[in-house]
């Protein structure tokens, strides 16, 4: 199958199939003929009754067989598409003259439903030699690389005289981004830098918001005198403002594992869907506000370092990668330096259920280096829970204790773990990371 990207989406090579008989016209014509054969040579009238309804079928099935071949090709309306969103999947159909019924279905994929209230029907249009479309809409349940099709399609004749084979058509490879589910945070980020973003900085500059009012120096814009305090105080006095910076926001996934039954977006998530969707949720809330943000995968099939952008390319960028992701089959520690490297002044968000023991050495190398730190727990809370197998609910019960253990230890060394909850999951540690990051410390260097 050959297929390549048209104006809008991609389209496949077009694909033919010639008629064959049916077992039900041979069988219409050895008993016709046969039936037939047997009145004469018996002299039976009730024999002759019996084939000529056999003759008639065999006769007008053979008059009416298509001369011309089935020709398909198939559409899909784009190559990307995020999860649960369902996508046009359309079969533009070459029927000839004499088709009776043209039947299209899609085959079920891994995550890819067909719309329940897809027309199943057969195209009953009689064929003209013209072009029709069947349109079938198809449904990503969860994020990664998902096949759409192949289509099946195959026709027949009237009577069942003749048919094509099963036509292959269609198989497209496309990307399903995850699903970023509502996020907002209205806490500043701490140390925030540069001079181009919304958030406000430590340091007094061009900015919007209101600082303090001050003695008028040399070199202060006019613009900025104070008059009010000015006539008060006899001397002149000018506002002064803190400077507008934006934020470096690095994600750091954890994609150790996936824990949990696969059930798409409209069952319950694994932990690698948690972890996903809400990297995918914040990087979206900073990149809408102005903000740097880069991704680093840690324990995929090899670690994945997207560098630091902003904008709506960016917001793509990270999409592309997060959906890309599989889970890691060698589970190797030298992933933990995967995140060196990292300026000073960043926000680092770590999403992770905390069960591969490698996340815990990334925690505390992140923190050690003076780095703001967070780590968001994405372990569902569902494991276990209803387990059949007293062995392994009694497994997970075990693990929790040594994971509570394990959130202790990070808690005391002063780097904060938060459950994601969606909107301001995220605020009340910003706010405490904020003040903590103005007042001094001691790091590791």
Request: a positive charge; glycine letters at 10%; zero cysteines.
């Amino acid at each position: 199958m050959t297929a390549g990207r048209g104006a809008a989406g991609r389209v496949s090579g077009r694909h033919t199939a010639g008629w064959e008989l049916t077992t039900a016209h041979v069988r219409a014509i050895v008993l016709g003929g046969g039936g037939a054969i047997a009145a004469v040579i018996s002299h039976r009238i009730d024999l002759l009754v019996l084939a000529v309804p056999f003759l008639v079928v065999a006769s007008w099935g053979a008059l009416t067989r298509p001369r011309d071949p089935l020709g398909v090709r198939a559409h899909l309306g784009n190559d990307t598409l995020a999860e649960g969103q369902a996508i046009r999947w359309t079969a533009t159909l070459e029927i000839p003259a004499h088709a009776d019924e043209t039947t299209v279905r899609l085959s079920p994929g891994a995550f890819v439903e067909e719309d329940p209230a897809t027309d199943r029907s057969a195209v009953r249009r009689p064929g003209d030699g013209t072009s029709t479309e069947r349109v079938i809409p198809a449904r990503a349940t969860r994020w990664g690389r998902r096949r759409i099709g192949p289509g099946l399609v195959a026709a027949r004749s009237p009577w069942w005289a003749y048919r094509t084979p099963v036509i292959e058509v269609g198989a497209f490879d496309v990307v399903v981004t995850p699903a970023t589910t509502t996020f907002d945070a209205h806490a500043p980020t701490p140390q925030p830098e540069g001079i181009v973003g919304v958030h406000r900085a430590g340091r007094l500059g061009s900015g919007s918001e209101f600082a303090t009012i001050r003695p008028f120096q040399v070199g202060d814009r006019l613009r900025r005198i104070h008059w009010p305090a000015s006539q008060r105080t006899g001397t002149l006095q000018v506002r002064t403002t803190h400077a507008d910076a934006d934020a470096h926001v690095v994600l750091v996934v954890d994609a150790f594992s996936d824990l949990g039954p696969r059930e798409g977006i409209d069952g319950r998530p694994t932990s690698l869907d948690l972890t996903v969707r809400s990297a995918a949720a914040v990087a979206q809330h900073y990149l809408g506000s102005g903000d740097r943000v880069s991704l680093r995968v840690l324990g995929s099939d090899g670690p994945a370092r997207l560098p630091a952008g902003s904008g709506p390319g960016q917001r793509r960028r990270v999409l592309d990668v997060l959906a890309r992701i599989t889970p890691a089959a060698d589970r190797d520690l030298a992933t933990v330096a995967g995140v060196d490297g990292l300026s000073s002044g960043s926000l680092v968000v770590i999403f992770t259920p905390l069960v591969h023991h490698a996340m815990a050495a990334v925690v505390a190398r992140t923190a050690s280096r003076g780095l703001t730190t967070i780590v968001v727990d994405t372990l569902p809370t569902h494991l276990g829970a209803d387990a059949d197998d007293p062995f392994l609910s009694l497994a997970w019960r075990i693990r929790r204790l040594d994971r509570q253990d394990e959130l202790h230890r990070l808690r005391t060394a002063g780097v904060p773990v938060v459950s994601w909850h969606g909107p301001g999951s995220l605020d009340l540690v910003l706010r405490d990371l904020g003040a903590r990051a103005r007042s001094p410390r001691l790091v590791r260097r």
